[in-house]
């Protein structure tokens, strides 16, 4: 009697988990192959600096236009890519991809004085010894967009081996090259980590923008964090911001650069180019 229900337990369990692997298998290679047959794409959210109206730059977002699923945001695929360690090769083509687009920007003739692009890296990128070479490597051919690019990296990818992330953002500034820490809120870094740390700018996750308006808690949080940021000469960024009253809370703490819906989606290359051509105006 134990035995059967044993054995069933097992059996229940490796169906499901077949499943669950199959499905991963598929999307991991449905990833490679979209990447070769170029089924991936790239969106560019804008941010814009309220104190003075203007866009300052946008962050580039992936996108995998399948051709049986339609187009998927980086939350279905995003977390087996980094198992199955194929992130690497999605940043490599994201990283390419967002460098032609500016290199074709700069080449209409727009002005990108003053704006920066950002780009995410997964903390596997990020930890990796191709990164710097990668950047160095470019940086000698086109050194005129290198400098117009920002990597973000995750808190919580940096958190793992924080005092190894230090040494590296140092080094990656050192080169010239920047950095920004995403999600902040999320992984716990201490304030003695981020001291003295060269970043670009910092930017706060989307959860603590939505709590921002709700909970006093938050809104302490983000008080203290903006103070120390100014302190440390360090821009701040709010994402996820899809309310007037978040956006306040926001400029009321001191920060003033915003992402979100409330000002733009993510846009294709396309619509993101209008509004670079059009206007810096908010
Ligand atoms: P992230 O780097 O924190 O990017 C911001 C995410 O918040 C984007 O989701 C963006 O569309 C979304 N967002 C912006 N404003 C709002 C808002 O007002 N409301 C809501 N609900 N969401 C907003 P997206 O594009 O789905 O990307 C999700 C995550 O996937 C990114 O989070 C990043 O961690 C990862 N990702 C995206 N592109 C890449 C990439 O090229 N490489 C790597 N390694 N990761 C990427
Ligand atoms: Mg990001
Ligand atoms: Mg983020
Ligand atoms: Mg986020």
């Known amino acids: 009697e134990t035995k059967k229900r044993g054995r069933d337990g097992y059996q229940i369990y490796t169906d499901n988990l077949t499943e669950e692997a199959k499905e991963r298998v598929s999307i991991s290679t449905g ?6 047959k170029s089924e991936l794409d790239v969106f560019y959210q804008p941010q814009y600096n309220l104190l003075t109206g203007k866009l300052v730059g946008a962050e580039a977002l992936v996108r995998w236009r399948h051709p049986e699923k339609g187009l998927l945001l980086p ?4 977390d087996v890519a980094e198992e199955t360690g194929i992130i690497s090769e999605l940043d490599d083509w994201v990283f ?9 920007w700069l080449e209409q003739g727009l002005s990108l004085e003053s704006l920066r692009i950002s780009v995410n890296i997964s903390g596997r990128k990020f930890f990796s010894a191709e990164l710097i070479d990668r950047l160095d490597r ?3 051919e086109k050194p005129e967009i290198v400098e117009l690019l920002t990597l973000e990296v995750h808190e919580q990818d940096v958190m793992k081996n924080a005092i190894y992330a230090r040494e590296l953002i140092q080094d990656l500034r050192t080169k010239g090259y920047k950095v920004a820490i995403d999600d902040i809120g999320t992984g716990r870094s201490s304030l003695s980590f981020l ?9 706060l ?7 921002v308006s709700s909970g006093e808690n938050d809104f302490a949080f983000v008080k203290a964090f903006l103070s120390l940021a100014h302190e440390l000469n360090v821009e701040v960024i709010a994402e996820g911001i899809e309310e007037e009253q978040q956006a306040n809370k926001l400029r009321e ?3 003033h650069v915003m992402q979100g819906f409330m000002y733009s989606h993510p846009l294709p290359s396309g ?6 051509k059009s206007s810096r105006l908010l």
């Open 31 to 36: 990833l490679h192959n979209a990447i070769d």
């Open 75 to 78: 939350a279905e695929f995003i």
């Open 96 to 104: 390419g991809r967002v460098s032609a687009d500016v290199e074709s």
């Open 138 to 140: 470019f940086n000698e």
């Open 195 to 203: 001291q003295g740390l060269p970043l670009d700018y910092m930017k």
């Open 205 to 211: 996750d989307r959860t603590v923008v939505h709590n």
């Open 253 to 255: 703490a001191g920060c």
């Open 271 to 276: 619509g993101w180019l209008e509004i670079l």
